[in-house]
């Protein structure tokens, strides 16, 4: 749960629930009474892969909630492979199967197991946005899978070479050191099928998602027929506005966006100086409404920087 929870105000008839809404990196939302802890929305304990490490035993099932849609596929499947190249499609393809993959909660193994929403994907700490008026809930989903491996402690010097995004997990403690790497083609482009990205609006009145749209463009894909829908890699919150505006940055190609509530289209975009790697703010100065964001960027993501951009929204002339 790398989201910060949400606090809303759910219509449900005539009655108005407090409600603490929690997004997950598997891609799912729990609905909890926000007075008693009660799910508002089911929840059911499922059974889960088991660990094959041997000595270790996980936990048998974990909560499903099945009171709204899945935002993530739950296996990562063939037909979800993806290459730019048919060599890079055939290379991800043979990856894949050569991996431990029994879908989310899929545990660490000794031969490599695919973690699916990986740890950049799902719902990430960028959260979501809540609103009222149309009791939506906007969420920014990442489709992307990571590779993780464990390995004797004793024997892991060997493994250690120059792998693009490696990173090394000591788990002290234990016998073994995790390995966990995104799960890429050479080019560095994801294996997983696009969009990468994507803004989502989820009805909580109907419980069903009213559109979804891929989040941003990847600079260095521009050149690809069709890139522009394939989405980015994004971090960055949504921010909605009594106008019934989105407000968003995020993505890797550095732009500002404005999306329309009730469609999901985008109504303007702005390009940042630095990426928008983050969540904008709006406030009153002077009677003026205003829109901010941190235009710092990420590591491997967005442009650095270290800019502070603000909007103002337009003097309405009165007569």
Same mark, same amino acid.
């Given at each position: ?237 949504? /921010? %909605?506005? *009594? !106008? #019934?505006?989105?407000? @968003? =940055? ?41 829109? /901010? %964001?941190? *235009? !710092? #960027?990420?590591?491997? @993501? =967005? ?17």
């Amino acid at each position: 749960m790398a989201a910060a929870p949400l606090l809303a105000r759910l219509s449900v008839g005539p009655d108005t629930i407090p409600a603490v809404v929690v997004g997950t990196k598997s891609g799912m939302v729990y609905v909890l009474d926000r007075e008693s802890g009660a799910a508002i929305l089911p929840i059911e304990e499922r059974a889960v892969p088991s660990s094959d490490v041997p000595g270790e035993q996980s936990w048998p099932t974990q909560p499903i909630s099945t009171g709204l849609p899945a935002l993530h596929e739950a296996r990562l499947s063939q037909d979800m492979i993806f290459g730019i190249t048919p060599k890079e499609y055939r290379l991800c393809s043979e990856q894949l199967n050569s991996l431990r993959n029994n879908g989310t909660f899929t545990p660490p193994s000794l031969n490599g197991s695919v973690e699916w929403p990986g740890v950049w994907g799902g719902i990430n700490w960028d959260g979501m946005a809540w609103d009222a008026r149309h009791q939506l809930l906007v969420v920014s989903i990442k489709r992307l899978a990571t590779i993780v491996q464990l390995y004797d402690r004793r024997a892991i010097h060997p493994v250690l070479d120059d792998v693009p995004g490696l990173e090394v997990l000591q788990q002290r403690g234990t016998p073994f050191v995790a390995i966990r790497r995104p799960f890429v083609a050479p080019s560095g482009v994801p294996c997983t099928a696009p969009p990468w990205g994507a803004l989502v609006g989820l009805d909580l009145r109907t419980k069903t998602v009213r559109w979804s749209r891929p989040l941003g463009t990847i600079p260095s894909l521009r050149r690809i027929p069709y890139s522009s829908q394939w989405g980015s890699i994004t971090f960055g919150a949504p /921010l %909605i506005t *009594a !106008g #019934g505006l989105i407000f @968003i =940055g995020a993505s890797q190609d550095d732009h500002f966006r404005a999306v329309d509530v009730e469609t999901g289209m985008t109504l303007w975009e702005y390009e940042l100086p630095a990426g928008g790697q983050a969540g904008a703010m709006t406030y009153l100065y002077r009677g003026r409404q205003y829109i /901010l %964001i941190a *235009a !710092g #960027g990420r590591d491997g @993501i =967005g442009t650095p920087g270290h800019s502070l951009v603000a909007f103002a929204l337009p003097r309405v002339r009165r007569y």
